[in-house]
């Protein structure tokens, strides 16, 4: 397995990251079985950094990646690195009303992510969204408390604007920031990027596959089921679904020629803008795992960069990532 390291201060990490959510929440049901034996498979692989955040099904992601680590051969076990995302405020129907990030709140959403993870620390620990009732110095404060206490192994932060992650970084060191990058969504190689890169931040890149928009898998007639993000998902609503599709079947061109896969290529696409990023694949199958692991393999070229940014160029992408009020969240888009 390559690796790669996350910033200057952050850890060495395998070249891929595996996102866990799907696995619990957003995307329909889940087989929890095919669940285990694809992070199993995964970490057989050789990949270390398992994501997942304690809103993920209200714990239930948590307590599946403990499972998937104990019934794990205990030399794959110990090189895992767990990334943790807190703070989102669920309601018992599933719903979202916010975020908390609060000192107090942060150690005690910790607290809990360490029982249900049955560690005694976690690697990277990172607030969801940013809480706009309190500053991120004070937030960033708290999780390095939890550091110094050894609760913690490194501070990261997720979908933030160039001068929030300034701010965060003065307060202490941060190993990377968690953001959607994909050949959809590259809103943060204007400020966002350059601005990581200035601070020796790494980025971990959630969203490669455009939630299976550009994975070559997903089809106009698909159904989703009523617990799908996607099916309130701007990006996969009527013409917008159209137009984006039709940028898949252009690079489906690409990855023909190739003798890729879509996914493939999409993969390969964002490993190719710097060893300072990982992508995360969101696979909740060992099919898909395996399609994904194939991207480390794929050399994209001068011609083939090219080809690919006549084929999706920036901004292509119909419609937001998120529906309005989601994107109200997002401090990076503001």
């Known amino acids: 397995m390559q690796t790669r390291t996350l910033g200057t201060t952050g850890p060495q990490t395998s070249a891929l990251g595996l996102g866990c959510m799907g696995m619990s929440a957003l995307y329909g049901d889940s087989d929890r079985s095919e669940s285990l034996a694809t992070v199993h498979a995964a970490l057989d692989a050789g990949i270390t950094l398992l994501d ?23 030399a794959a076990r110990e090189k895992a690195q767990i990334s943790v995302k807190f703070g989102a405020l669920r309601t018992v129907e599933g719903g979202f009303t916010g975020y908390d ?36 110095e004070e937030t960033v404060g708290a999780i390095a408390e939890l550091v110094e206490a050894g609760h913690v192994r490194h501070i990261g932060l997720s979908e933030v604007g160039a001068q929030t992650l300034r701010r965060a970084a ?10 959607e990058y994909s050949l959809l969504s590259r809103g943060i190689e204007e400020a966002i990027l350059p601005t990581a890169r200035e ?3 790494g980025v971990t890149a959630y969203g490669v596959l455009s939630r299976g928009l550009i994975s070559g898998h997903f089809t106009r007639d698909r159904k989703l089921a009523a617990n799908d993000f996607r099916g309130m998902s701007p990006r996969f609503q009527g013409e917008n679904l159209d137009r984006n599709l039709g940028l898949v079947d252009a690079l489906r061109k690409i990855a023909d020629q190739k003798g890729v896969s879509v996914a493939q290529t999409a993969i390969a696409w964002v490993l190719s803008r710097g060893t300072d990023i990982v992508p995360l694949v969101g696979a909740r199958r060992r099919d898909r795992l ?6 480390l393999d794929i050399t994209l070229d001068a011609d083939d ?3 690919i940014e006549h084929a999706i160029p ?8 998120y529906p309005a009020e989601q994107m109200a969240h997002l401090d990076s888009e503001h």
Request: zero cysteines.
């Open 52 to 74: 997942t955040g304690d809103f993920y099904g209200m714990g239930h992601n948590e307590l599946l990646i403990n499972e998937a680590l104990r019934t794990a051969p205990a």
């Open 101 to 136: 990030g609060r000192p107090n709140a942060v150690k005690n959403f910790a607290a809990y992510s360490l029982q249900r993870l049955g560690t005694d620390h976690i690697d990277i620990y990172r607030i969801a969204r940013v809480d706009p009732d309190v500053p991120i």
């Open 170 to 179: 003065a307060v202490a060191p941060i190993s990377d920031l968690q953001i």
């Open 199 to 201: 601070l020796g931040i």
């Open 290 to 295: 395996t399609e994904a692991l194939g991207a």
């Open 305 to 307: 960069l090219s080809a």
């Open 314 to 321: 920036p901004g292509a992408a119909a419609g937001d990532r």
